[in-house]
């Protein structure tokens, strides 16, 4: 195996892992986009999460919400996240030869559960300093994802462990006309960080062929083994409207796109650094990772005194993320950066931009207690239809007849679809300063079909095309969430 073919493509098939799970762990929205933000909205399924108010937990869609307050308003919780999204398929592994291609060996596996829970906090703060101007401090948490695929699972090379974990800090300032529009603007910093790992299957299929090619056994080889993090900076803005008498608020508002690099050490039992020649040891990698600008309207209106109705629309710019790339700044040859490194194209994802739509109904029996339902659609950021130049990469090689293998926009690494909520939810106010909120959730996703496709080089004559043939068979999760929120 040449050390130039190994590195670029096993690194390729490593990093790319980052976006792995995306439907699963704690995101359970399009792309890896966390909805999570209040146990409130959780039980009318967000909507009107940026217009309604009833708690300081406005802030995390619309800045302009801390006018709401008369008072100093804080409100904590958490949400706990159970998903269940199991895998199943053929991998077939072909021989790429001068002469055409050939069958090597075929594995049928299953991943079940292979998404990890996830508690995803919240806390938030709205204080008012006269009667137009107020400040308002949110903490949450907008992406994330964790996923651990079983070390027996046939494609480990382009799914295995990967965790993402990012907090958003933003204070705001809100100024307020006549108690009926306001307007607020926001900081958002962010703080990212990324673990991936990836490695050779456990008991690899091919290890006879490999000790006939490469000299010895492959299994459980690390591929790479990466950690990293960064901060990144973004704003956001909004107006708030609301009718004399209260019964009517209307939300509008937007959250700039984040590019956070991260800062990675690489270690790997596999590839080596062309500085050297030794494998990978704390190698600085640095990441690229677009995060989506949004776009969210709210409408709430209370048409009876014991009930209210919410109307949510939320857009997402996943359009912005086309690709994922990796910089090596300390691999040089003559002076020079590697260009093989730096960049590294890792994977062509081409999501596309979506919505998502909520409905919640809210019941007011007494001062005391609110009850609330909620259904949403969310719109998956994965594309339908077939990847073409995966399909002709594959025709190359001779595979499909010379044709191709058809090849999914969808793969293992995001297995992305639209999804539906149904959610219920209340809150006890035990006096005018002190409530608790209580939230529950199902969702579930459509069944998708994925496949993809990867050629890795093994000698200057020989290579390891591998094909999935599968999809998801289960896309599922329960939310559980609470809070308590309290005004001074």
């Not at 590195?7 to 704690?26: D, M, N, P, Y």
């Not at 999460?49 to 958490?78: H, K, Q, T």
């Not at 969808?410 to 035990?430: C, H, K, M």
């Amino acid at each position: 195996m040449t050390i130039k073919t190994l590195r670029k493509a096993a690194l390729a098939a490593a990093i790319c892992s980052v976006s792995a799970g995306t439907f699963s762990s704690g995101a359970m929205a399009a792309g890896f986009a966390l909805q999570e933000s209040s146990t409130s909205g959780l039980g009318r399924a967000f909507a009107a999460e940026n217009a309604i108010g009833d708690n300081a937990a406005i802030l995390a869609r619309n800045p302009a919400g801390s006018a709401l307050f008369n008072e100093m308003a804080f409100s904590i919780g958490a949400t706990y996240v159970n998903p269940e999204i199991d895998a199943a398929g053929t991998t077939d592994y072909y021989l790429l030869t001068a002469t055409g291609p050939s069958l090597a060996g075929s594995i049928y596996d299953t991943a079940n559960d292979y998404a990890s829970s996830a508690v995803v906090p919240n806390a938030y703060l709205a204080v008012p300093i006269d009667d137009c101007w107020s400040f308002g401090l949110a903490m949450n948490t907008d992406y994330g994802l964790e996923t651990d695929f079983n070390r027996n699972w046939p494609v480990t090379h382009i799914a295995d462990k990967t965790e993402l974990l990012s907090v958003n800090i933003a204070p705001s300032v809100a100024f307020d006309w006549n108690d009926q529009f306001s307007i607020g603007v926001s900081a958002n910093i962010l703080y990212a960080d990324a673990t991936l790992k990836s490695k050779v299957p456990n008991d690899f299929l091919l290890d006879p062929l490999a000790e006939q090619v490469l000299g010895g056994p492959v299994s459980n080889a690390r591929i790479l083994d990466a950690d990293g993090d960064d901060w990144d900076y973004g704003w956001s803005v909004g107006m708030l409207w609301r009718s004399v008498d209260g019964r009517t608020h209307i939300g509008v508002s937007y959250q700039s796109e984040l590019d956070p690099e991260i800062e990675a050490d690489v270690d790997s039992d596999l590839l080596r650094s062309v500085n050297n020649g030794l494998p990978f040891d704390n190698e600085r990698a640095n990441l690229t990772l677009d995060l989506p600008d949004t776009l969210e309207l709210g409408l709430y209106h209370r048409f009876h005194d014991e009930w209210g109705v919410a109307l949510g629309a939320m857009w997402t710019d996943w359009d912005d993320f086309e690709r994922l790339e990796a910089f090596f700044p300390r691999q040089r040859v003559n002076g020079d950066r590697f260009p093989d490194y730096n960049p590294l194209p890792i994977k062509e994802e081409n999501f596309k931009s979506g919505w998502r739509y909520s409905l919640g109904v809210e019941y007011y029996p007494c001062d005391e207690v609110t009850w609330r339902v909620g259904y949403a659609y969310d719109n998956g950021a994965a594309r339908n239809g077939f990847n073409n130049d995966a399909i002709a990469e594959s025709a190359a090689y001779g595979l499909g007849a010379g044709q191709g293998l058809p090849v999914t926009w969808r793969t293992l690494s995001i297995p992305d679809a639209n999804r539906q909520w149904v959610t219920f939810g209340g809150t006890y106010e035990f006096n005018n300063q002190l409530s608790i909120d209580g939230g529950l959730a199902y969702l579930w996703g459509d069944d998708e079909v994925i496949q993809e496709f990867q050629a890795l080089p093994l000698t200057p004559d020989v290579g390891l095309g591998t094909y999935f043939d599968g999809g998801t068979t289960n896309l599922e999760a329960w939310l559980v969430g609470a809070s308590l929120n309290y005004s001074f």
